[in-house]
């Protein structure tokens, strides 16, 4: 890839702000550079601005080298880069599967970056000649988000490798926030072959800490470096990169048995949504989520949060029409879901 064709000529030229820690990294008795506290409380410095430990201890664990990784404020940091990294505002485009996740969206209107949502098939599948068909000289990038939020489906690696080949000099995201649920592989075998791909993960969803914020973006060095030239210098808190540190020392175990939980518990809520006489429809799922097509979604949706359960509303989202995204649940939870959804009478 020439990646000086898809890169903003003024993020290219960027000289980066050059941080304390970026100017001294190694051990010392005195630290008088960086303006902070001396009085030492345990935060009173500023963290590693790229996160060492953390991708050192992660890189193993996703198969790819540290410096291939970019970790974030959440994986819609990396949205939010994605956009001011490769797309010149005014002018570039982003083409995207739809239904999918709303920030790709938003994230174009903010950089003021013209977003093009071509449909999936009826059975969420992608259509890659009308994808295809939207894609332009001025594209930067293909969104593509497998496992899909809100259908629940994975794609093929066919579909992702279709786009990523036949378009060199486009970025190809594959966002896999779900992945860990996902009887499919990870999209991250491919970053060797492909130099246009980025692959997101995120540490909110299996990993079960969505309040830390840590989001991960996977590619070649060298997108991974441009992430790092336009990022907050320290823009992973010392909070963050503790706790994910020792989640990744003590908890690897712990969360895929997490993972294998939440899998039989999806199946277990699904048959029994599937006995409702309000279900008329369980998509499959790869997610932590259930797709339900409902007899009356408003009504439903209204219904359970009368009764405190909150479920999600995609009825007005395209291809969703009549459906509640459920995410699953604690065996309780999910038996509370369903007692109330039996006693639904409407
Ligand atoms: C597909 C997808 N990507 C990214 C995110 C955001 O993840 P994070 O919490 O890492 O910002 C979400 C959150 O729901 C999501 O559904």
Not at 3 to 32: H, Q, T, W
Not at 231 to 246: D, I
Not at 325 to 346: D, H, M, Q, S, W
């Amino acid at each position: 890839m020439e990646l000086s064709s898809v890169v903003r000529p003024n993020i290219l030229a960027l000289e980066p702000y050059s941080c304390a820690r970026d100017e001294f990294k190694g051990e010392a008795s005195v630290f008088l550079d960086a303006n902070e506290s001396p009085y030492n409380n345990g935060l009173n410095r500023y963290p590693d601005p790229l996160q060492s430990e953390v991708k050192r201890l992660l890189a193993p664990l996703k198969g790819v080298h540290e410096d291939q990784i970019f970790l974030g404020n959440g994986s819609d940091e990396a949205i939010d880069l994605i956009y001011r990294i490769f797309c010149q505002p005014h002018s570039d485009n982003v083409v995207a599967i739809s239904p999918s996740y709303g920030m790709y969206k938003v994230c174009a209107d903010v950089n003021d970056v013209l977003y093009h949502a071509v449909p999936l098939t009826a059975d969420f599948q992608i259509d890659r000649k009308a994808l295809a068909g939207r894609v332009t000289l001025r594209t930067k990038v293909i969104w593509i988000c497998s496992p899909n939020n809100p259908t629940g489906n994975a794609f093929p690696q066919a579909d992702i490798e279709f786009f990523a080949s036949r378009y060199p000099n486009k970025i190809i995201v594959v966002d896999e926030a779900y992945i860990d649920f996902s009887s499919q592989p990870s999209m991250t075998s491919l970053l060797d072959r492909y130099p246009n791909l980025i692959v997101l993960q995120t540490f909110s969803k299996a990993w079960g800490h969505a309040a830390m914020r840590l989001g991960i973006a996977m590619a070649s060095r060298e997108i991974i470096s441009l992430f790092n030239k336009v990022k907050y210098p320290y823009n992973v808190s010392e909070l963050t990169q503790r706790e994910a540190v020792r989640m990744l020392t003590d908890d690897v175990d712990k969360v895929r048995d997490q993972i294998e939980e939440v899998l039989a518990q999806r199946d277990v809520l699904r048959q029994l949504l599937l006995s409702l006489p309000c279900v008329e429809c369980v998509y499959p799922s790869d997610a932590n989520f259930l797709l339900v097509r409902v007899s009356d979604a408003n009504a439903i949706y209204m219904y359970l949060q009368q009764q405190g359960v909150i479920v999600r509303n995609r009825n007005s989202v395209q291809l969703c029409a009549g459906c509640l995204r459920i995410t699953v649940g604690t065996p309780e939870e999910n038996a509370t879901l369903f007692n109330e959804l039996k006693t639904y009478t409407r």
